[in-house]
């Protein structure tokens, strides 16, 4: 089992920069796929980012491509989501997931946190 708890989530202007964080324990963290996911109000939750148990690949939904930069550092057991340039269309409640899937297009997400609200105002 892996326990995970995101941070960083608050109300910011249009343009402007967030960095959501999302704690992790349980589980060794340095051997798991890490992904962010979003939802919005009235949609399905998507994918957003994902990064490799080394942090050596990262793979990005086109929405966010160039905005947003997923890092993570293991030795503190954190996943980070960097997000810039931020638009009224990024509002959602964000997710970090957990998975032991090594392919991050189609990895299989088993863990998730409780989300952290991102409010972007134009």
């Known amino acids: 089992q892996v326990q995970l708890v995101e941070s960083g989530g608050g109300l910011v202007q249009a343009g402007g920069s967030l960095r959501l964080s999302c704690a992790a324990s349980?589980?060794?963290?340095?051997?798991?796929?890490m992904g962010w996911f979003r939802q919005a109000p009235g949609k399905e939750r998507e994918f957003v980012a994902a990064i490799s148990w080394s942090g050596g690949s990262t793979y990005y939904a086109d929405s966010v491509k160039g905005r947003f930069t997923i890092s993570r550092d293991n030795a503190k057991n954190t996943l980070y989501l960097q997000m810039n340039r931020l638009e009224a269309e990024d509002t959602a409640v964000y997710y970090c997931?957990?998975?032991?899937?090594?392919?991050?297009?189609?990895?299989?997400?088993?863990?998730w946190g409780q989300g952290t609200q991102v409010t972007v105002s134009s």
């Open positions: 349980g589980r060794t963290f340095s051997t798991l796929t």
């Open positions: 997931a957990a998975s032991i899937d090594l392919f991050l297009r189609t990895a299989a997400y088993a863990h």
